[in-house]
């Protein structure tokens, strides 16, 4: 039965696993991006977010308490001097979990782990995106720029052109051939 279990142990003691999320946690704050298992990602996220809040706070007693979970010096300052700025005005779901398929090994389902703020592909693809998709559809269908529909009318006034030099063309050489043959 599953009775209070309220959390994943991982098949790992409470040492061995405090140590390990800890481990994480501080490559996850330097890198911004970890490759893991999702069950290990579920977990960390657990652990990680509560400390990305915690460093909103930019107070001494708060970065005793961050360093009590990871131990790492250079972690905290990163969390500290970096990573809190960019997040300030997130509410919260600071990491993203990107399932990447499974382990060859044990087929274990893998994923990535990643700092939402920090991966800067899709932050430039989501701006070119929200630039490109300016008002509705129905603005969008209504609404044709000046260029746009200058440039279709210049199309049609040339294919219009065109067109009597191709004919012309082709009578005068009808013509030559008729006066060939004859």
Do not use: W
């Amino acid at each position: 039965m599953r009775h209070g279990k309220k959390f994943n142990h991982l098949g790992r003691k409470k040492g061995h696993r405090e140590a390990m999320l800890s481990n994480m946690a501080s490559s996850l704050l330097t890198h911004k991006r970890i490759f893991t298992t999702t069950a290990k990602a579920k977990a960390l996220r657990v652990y990680v977010e509560p400390l990305i809040t915690k460093s909103k706070g930019n107070t001494t007693h708060n970065r005793r308490i961050v360093f009590g979970y990871l131990q790492s010096k250079d972690a905290v300052n990163e969390l500290f001097t970096t990573i809190a700025p960019k997040v300030a005005d997130r509410p919260g779901g600071y990491t993203r979990i990107l399932k990447t398929g499974n382990r060859l090994g044990d087929n274990a389902d893998m994923c990535m782990m990643e700092l939402v703020d920090f991966n800067d592909s899709m932050l430039e693809a989501k701006e070119s995106k929200s630039k490109t998709n300016s008002g509705s559809k129905r603005t969008r269908r209504g609404k044709k720029t000046e260029a746009t529909a200058d440039a279709s009318v210049k199309e049609v006034v040339v294919e219009k052109e065109e067109a009597p030099k191709a004919e012309t063309e082709a009578e005068t050489s009808t013509e030559a051939e008729a006066d060939d043959n004859a």
